[in-house]
T-cell receptor, first 112, second 115 residues
Framework: DADVTQTPRNRITKTGKRIMLECSQT?????MYWYRQDPGLGLRLIYY???????NKGEISDGYSVSRQAQAKFSLSLESAIPNQTALYFC???????????FGQGTRLTVV | AQSVTQPDIHITVSEGASLELRCNYS??????LFWYVQSPGQGLQLLLK????DTLVQGIKGFEAEFKRSQSSFNLRKPSVHWSDAAEYFC?????????????WGLGTSLAVNP
């Protein structure tokens, strides 16, 4: 089984719908991240969490919210999806400051 | 501010040729340095990392990278490219101190391999 699991892997949703992307990890890491990847723009950080009670906005948090339900679970929500949120979304974890990140397989989200 | 630059957006090489992907960074001290690879439809996989010590780092899949402090660079190399190396490559920098505890990413270099 993968160390970092994202569900769903693919999702098509309509404009205005609420959608949740889920991430779970078995690495025992405290730090979890949500990134968005768009062609030519690299990885952009949406939110990050260093423990269950520590949630921080990243570069592009507008239109997104997160929930850290447990050390192992970190969910990303789009309260009212819009087409320019169509992208590839990655969850990642890391164990130490500035250290290596471990990525999930990604969720390809299309908003129509 | 910390930043990472990958000057080459897209590179095409022939199979069997050597490869060098460039990465330059801006950081106030010696950072942690990483190279990741993303194959089509996949997540990012760590190729190699530099934390301290020997400035020439060996990674998986025959890749290596050299940290050059004077040039603020961490270029990725491979002596002979295989068709399966076609992918997106990302350089990243991690902080070694202070409150900035996130990885800073370059925009990536897309590698195509001609048969």
């Amino acid at each position: 089984d993968a160390d970092v699991t994202q569900t769903p892997r693919n999702r098509i949703t309509k404009t205005g719908k609420r959608i949740m992307l889920e991430c779970s990890q078995t690495k025992g890491h405290d730090r979890m991240y949500w990134y968005r990847q768009d062609p030519g723009l690299g990885l952009r950080l949406i939110y990050y969490s260093f423990d269950v009670k520590d949630i921080n906005k990243g570069e592009i948090s507008d239109g997104y919210s997160v929930s850290r339900q447990a050390q192992a679970k970190f969910s990303l929500s789009l309260e009212s999806a819009i087409p320019n949120q169509t992208a590839l979304y990655f969850c990642a974890t890391s164990g130490v400051q500035g250290g290596e990140a471990f990525f999930g397989q990604g969720t390809r989200l299309t908003v129509v | 501010a910390q930043s990472v630059t990958q000057p080459d957006i897209h590179i095409t090489v022939s199979e069997g040729a050597s490869l060098e992907l460039r990465c330059n960074y801006s950081y106030g001290a010696t950072p942690y340095l990483f190279w990741y690879v993303q194959s089509p439809g996949q997540g990012l996989q760590l190729l190699l990392k530099y934390f301290s010590g020997d400035t020439l780092v060996q990674g998986i899949k025959g890749f290596e990278a050299e940290f050059k402090r004077s040039q603020s660079s961490f270029n990725l190399r491979k002596p002979s490219v295989h068709w399966s190396d076609a992918a997106e490559y990302f350089c990243a920098v991690g902080s070694t101190a202070g409150n900035n505890r996130k990885l800073i990413w370059g925009l990536g270099t897309s590698l195509a391999v001609n048969p």
